[in-house]
C-alpha cells in the first residue's frame, strides 16, 4: 500500500512487447474516436446553423434596406457582393463541404469581401488565446493557492472572507463584471474614458517589437482579462478547498506528519500535488469554456477575437465562418481532453499502477 | 405502485432535515429569506405597481431621488418598478430549466450507472460528444428558432442543452452508491430496481441533486440573460435581461446618468444569483460528510 500511496515515482515498469501493442491500439482507438467525435459535432453544427431562420442573403439585404436602400438595388449589391450558391440541395452541400474540408479548406466568407475563413481565424484567434489563455492561467494558479490557504485555515476569519468573496465572484456572471468593472474605471473613478479601451489595438498602432505595440495590446487587454480571472478564480478557489480538505484527511497525510516529514513537504509533495489533481483535469474542459466566455466579454470590449467574430458571423449567417470557429472549437476541446487524460496519468502515479497492471 | 408512492415520506422528511441545517447557517438563511422576498415581489408586485409601458419625457434618465428610489430609464420609466416586473420570466425559466436539466440527468445519469453494459458505452460517448459542443453559441444558434417569448421552451432548450456534464456526476454517484452494503443488501433480497432506486439510493443523493438543481438555475439565468443582451434574438417580454440589454445599446457604459439603469438590472440578477448559491453552500455541508463531521 505505501509503494503505491507515496506520490513520487520515477521508476516506470518494464514494458513487454505485448504490453506495447494495446498501448499502441489504445493511442489508434483513441485517436480514431476523437474523429468521430469531431465528425458528429461537425455535422451537427453544418444542419443546425442552416436550419436557422433568415438566409445569409435576407439578412445582407434587410441591412440595405434597412440603411435606406431600395430592394432592387439592394438584391443587385447582393448579387454582386456576395460569394454565395444556395441553390444546391442541402446534401449535396454537405458532401462537398465534407470534400472540402478534407483537403483543409474551410471555404470562403459569404459576407467578409471573400476572405478565406482560414485567414480571418487565424487572424482573430492569436488575441482570444491570448486574452483567455493568459488570464485562465493566472486564475487556475491564483485559485490553487488561496484555495488551499483556505482550506488549511478553516473555521478562521481568513476562511470566512475568502469563502464569501469566492462564492460571490462565482455566482456573479462575467458579462456583468464587465458592465460595473467599466462603469467604475470610466464613469465613476474616471481613470480612462470607455472608448479608449475599446478593440484590441488603438488605431494607427503597428504590429512590431516596439514599447508602444506592447503597451497597447496591454493596455487593451487589462480589462478583458480582469473579468475573466474575476470570473473564474472563485470556482478555482472552492474547488480547491473541498479538494484540500479532502487529501488532508487521508492517511498518508497522517502518516507523512507522523513520520516528522517537515510542513513545507507536506504541503507541496503531499497534500498540494494529490489536491490538485482533480484541478487539472477541470482546467483541460475549461478550455472548452474559452469560446463560450470570450463571446460575450469580446461584443462588450469589442476585442477584436474569435467571439466577436463569431457574433457577426451568427448576425449575418455567415455558415462557413461559423463552421469553421466551430470546428476550430471542437478540435481543441478534443485535443485539450486527451491532454488531459495524459497528464491525469502521469501525474497521478495510483492511476498509472491501475492502468499497467490491467 | 406502492414503492413509488412511499419515497415521499422519505423526502419530506429528508427536506425538513436540509431546512434544519440551512436555518443554522446564517448565510444561506438569508438567502433563502432573499429568495423568498424576490418570488414574492416579482409574482405580487406587477398587480400592484402600475406598469411602465408610455414614456416619461419630463423624467428620462435622473438618478435616485425619493420619487424614484433607483432612478429612471431613457424613456422616463422607473427602474425599480422595471425590475419588478421583470422578475417573472428570470424565476419561471430559471426554476423550469433547473428542474428539467436535473431531471434528465438523473434520469441518463442513474440509467447508465444502473444498466452497464453496451448502454452506459453509449450513453457515456454521448455525454462526451455532447460536452465537445461549445454550449452557449449553440444554444445562440438554437434560439433564433424559437419564439422567447416563450419561456417554457426557452427552459426546455437551456435544459436539453445542459444536462450532460451533470448526468455524468449522477453516473458516478449511483455507482459508489451501488458499492454500499445496504444497497448491495437490497439486490440481494431482491427487492426491485424501483425500490432500490427511489428509497436507498435517491434519499442519499438528494441534496447533492439539490445543490446541482441550483447551480443549473444560475446557470439557466446566466444564458438566459446572457442571450438577450448578445442581440441575437428579438426581445420578448421585458425583464431583467431586456433592461441591461436596452441601457446598454442605447449607451449607457458612456453617460454617467444612464448608470443606473445598468446597475440596477445588473444588482437583480447578481442578487439572485446569489442568494441561489449561498443557499446552496449549506446545502454542500449537508451533502460532504468530510465538512460535517469536522464541525
Known amino acids: 500500500m505505501s509503494t503505491i500511496s507515496v506520490p513520487v515515482t520515477t521508476e516506470r515498469p518494464v514494458s513487454f512487447p505485448w504490453l506495447r501493442r494495446i498501448t499502441s491500439n489504445f493511442l489508434l482507438r483513441r485517436l480514431l474516436k476523437a474523429l468521430f467525435t469531431i465528425w458528429t459535432v461537425t455535422t451537427l453544427i453544418f444542419f443546425v446553423i442552416r436550419a436557422m431562420p433568415g438566409s445569409p442573403v435576407d439578412i445582407f439585404v434587410n441591412d440595405l434596406v434597412l440603411k435606406g436602400l431600395t430592394e432592387e438595388e439592394a438584391m443587385r449589391r447582393a448579387a454582386s457582393l456576395l460569394h454565395i450558391d444556395l441553390s444546391e440541395p442541402l446534401p449535396k452541400q454537405y458532401v462537398e463541404f465534407l470534400g472540402n474540408l478534407a483537403r483543409g479548406d474551410l471555404g470562403i466568407s459569404y459576407i467578409n469581401r471573400g476572405q478565406e475563413v482560414s485567414t480571418l481565424i487565424a487572424q482573430r484567434l492569436p488575441w482570444t488565446l491570448f486574452s483567455v489563455g493568459t488570464s485562465l492561467i493566472i486564475s487556475f494558479f491564483l485559485g490553487i493557492f488561496l484555495g488551499m490557504i483556505i482550506a488549511y485555515k478553516r473555521d478562521t476569519w481568513l476562511d470566512h472572507l475568502l469563502t464569501n468573496i469566492a462564492a460571490g465572484l462565482d455566482a456573479i456572471p462575467a458579462y456583468m463584471t464587465a458592465i460595473v468593472l467599466i462603469i467604475l474605471i470610466s464613469l465613476v473613478w474616471k481613470i480612462v474614458p470607455a472608448g479608449e479601451l475599446r478593440g484590441s489595438l488603438s488605431a494607427g498602432i503597428k504590429p512590431g517589437f516596439t514599447f508602444d505595440f506592447f503597451g497597447d495590446v496591454l493596455k487593451h487587454v487589462a480589462l478583458p482579462a480582469l473579468v475573466y480571472i474575476l470570473a473564474s478564480v472563485g470556482s478555482w478557489m472552492l474547488t480547491m478547498k473541498s479538494s484540500t480538505v479532502s487529501t488532508l484527511g487521508e492517511d498518508y497525510v497522517t502518516v507523512a506528519k507522523a513520520r516528522g516529514l517537515p510542513e513545507s513537504r507536506i504541503i507541496t509533495a503531499y497534500v498540494g500535488r494529490n489536491a490538485s489533481l482533480p484541478l487539472f483535469t477541470r482546467f483541460a474542459l475549461s478550455i472548452a469554456f474559452i469560446l463560450g466566455g470570450s463571446v460575450i466579454i469580446e461584443k462588450i470590449f469589442t476585442y477584436q477575437g474569435i467571439g466577436l467574430l463569431l457574433t457577426q458571423a451568427l448576425y449575418s449567417r455567415d455558415y462557413p465562418v461559423m463552421q469553421g470557429i466551430f470546428l476550430v472549437t471542437t478540435i481543441a476541446v478534443v485535443f485539450s481532453n486527451a491532454i488531459a487524460d495524459l497528464l491525469y496519468g502521469f501525474l497521478d502515479p495510483r492511476i498509472r499502477v491501475q492502468g499497467e497492471g490491467n | 405502485m406502492a414503492a413509488i408512492t412511499a419515497p415521499f415520506g422519505s423526502a419530506i422528511s429528508e427536506t425538513g432535515k436540509t431546512f434544519k441545517l440551512i436555518a443554522r447557517n446564517p448565510a444561506s438563511f438569508i438567502g433563502l429569506l432573499v429568495l423568498v422576498v424576490i418570488t414574492i415581489v416579482s409574482l405580487v408586485g406587477p398587480m400592484v405597481i402600475p406598469p411602465q409601458n408610455h414614456a416619461n419625457v419630463a423624467e428620462i434618465l435622473e438618478g435616485p431621488s425619493s420619487r424614484h428610489i433607483l432612478g429612471t430609464d431613457f424613456q422616463g420609466s422607473d ?217
Open chain 2, 79 to 295: 427602474n425599480l418598478a422595471l425590475l419588478v416586473y421583470g422578475g417573472k420570466d428570470i424565476l419561471e425559466v430559471a426554476f423550469v430549466a433547473g428542474l428539467l436539466t436535473t431531471l434528465l440527468a438523473v434520469a441518463v445519469g442513474s440509467v447508465s450507472a444502473f444498466l452497464g453494459g453496451i448502454v452506459d458505452t453509449v450513453l457515456m460517448e454521448l455525454v462526451n460528444i455532447w460536452l465537445t459542443i461549445p454550449q452557449f453559441p449553440l444554444l445562440a444558434i438554437l434560439a433564433t428558432m424559437v419564439k422567447l417569448s416563450d419561456i417554457f421552451l426557452l427552459a426546455v432548450l437551456l435544459a436539453l442543452l445542459g444536462w450532460a456534464g451533470l448526468a455524468r456526476q449522477i453516473r458516478s454517484q449511483v455507482l459508489s452508491l451501488k458499492q454500499r452494503d445496504y444497497v448491495e443488501a437490497a439486490m440481494t433480497l431482491n427487492l426491485g430496481t424501483p425500490h432500490i432506486i427511489f428509497r436507498e439510493m435517491l434519499p442519499n443523493m438528494m441534496s447533492f441533486v439539490a445543490i446541482s438543481l441550483i447551480f443549473a438555475a444560475t446557470s439557466a439565468i446566466y444564458q438566459q440573460t446572457s442571450l438577450v443582451f448578445l442581440g441575437l434574438v428579438p426581445f420578448s417580454s421585458a425583464n431583467w435581461g431586456t433592461t441591461l440589454s436596452l441601457a446598454y445599446t442605447k449607451g449607457a457604459i458612456y453617460q454617467s446618468d444612464a448608470a443606473w439603469t445598468m446597475l440596477a438590472p445588473v444588482g437583480a440578477i447578481a442578487l439572485f444569483q446569489l442568494a441561489l448559491v449561498s443557499l446552496s453552500r449549506s446545502l454542500d455541508e449537508v451533502f460532504n460528510p468530510r465538512l460535517r463531521t469536522s464541525v
